[in-house]
T-cell receptor, first 113, second 112 residues
Framework: AQSVTQLDSQVPVFEEAPVELRCNYSSSVSVYLFWYVQYPNQGLQLLLKYLSGSTLVKGINGFEAEFNKSQTSFHLRKPSVHISDTAEYFCAVSEAAGNKLTFGGGTRVLVKP | EPEVTQTPSHQVTQMGQEVILRCVPISNHLYFYWYRQILGQKVEFLVSFYNNEISEKSEIFDDQFSVERPDGSNFTLKIRSTKLEDSAMYFC??????????FGEGSWLTVV
């Protein structure tokens, strides 16, 4: 069975500062990895995904993530956050393309002016 | 941009009542899903649906739950006799033959 751990439940960060959200997974097979964002009172929106190829993946809104197979991690980063990045971020994994997603517990990012 | 739409956005229901949550997946998508998120907890997979049948379901998806695609556009989740612990945000999702699963904005269900 696969599982996803997001080590930080909340991350406060000042505007224009960098942010990194940690995600670790466990699985006995190859995985596909995703980051979703949930803005207040909205649904889940895909930020980026890793399926294969380059381990550095760029997504929308200036976010990027790096797949590290040896550390079973897929951390999300943004070099300079905006107030509008205040949201909850979910890391998710699937064992085959398009198969069901297993989510982490989410990380709430609060960007302060 | 096409999107998954869900209705209602909020519903309050009495314990023991039946609830139907409705979803209109993206029009050319073939795979459909329901997930739920109890307040303060993880987003959990409930069920996946393909070719007019359930392809996978979780332990949560017991006999109280059912899904249906009654026509070419709607995808519904029915809870026959709601319990307090069914209170959650329910997300519908869909995908085409590709890898990306698209989610709706969710339906808040409160059972009182």
């Amino acid at each position: 069975a696969q599982s996803v751990t997001q080590l930080d439940s909340q991350v406060p960060v000042f505007e224009e500062a960098p942010v990194e959200l940690r995600c670790n997974y466990s699985s006995s097979v190859s995985v596909y990895l995703f980051w979703y964002v949930q803005y207040p009172n909205q649904g889940l929106q895909l930020l980026l995904k890793y399926l294969s190829g380059s381990t550095l993946v760029k997504g929308i809104n200036g976010f990027e993530a790096e797949f590290n197979k040896s550390q079973t991690s897929f951390h999300l980063r943004k070099p300079s956050v905006h107030i509008s990045d205040t949201a909850e971020y979910f890391c998710a994994v699937s064992e085959a393309a398009g198969n069901k997603l297993t989510f982490g517990g989410g990380t709430r990012v609060l960007v302060k002016p | 941009e096409p999107e998954v739409t869900q209705t209602p956005s909020h519903q309050v229901t009495q314990m023991g009542q039946e609830v139907i949550l409705r979803c209109v997946p993206i029009s050319n998508h073939l795979y459909f899903y329901w997930y739920r998120q109890i307040l303060g907890q993880k987003v959990e997979f409930l069920v996946s649906f393909y070719n007019n049948e359930i392809s996978e379901k979780s332990e949560i998806f017991d006999d109280q739950f059912s899904v249906e695609r009654p026509d070419g556009s709607n995808f519904t989740l029915k809870i026959r006799s709601t319990k307090l612990e069914d209170s959650a945000m329910y997300f519908c999702a869909s995908r085409s033959s590709g890898n990306t699963i698209y989610f709706g904005e969710g339906s808040w269900l409160t059972v009182v």
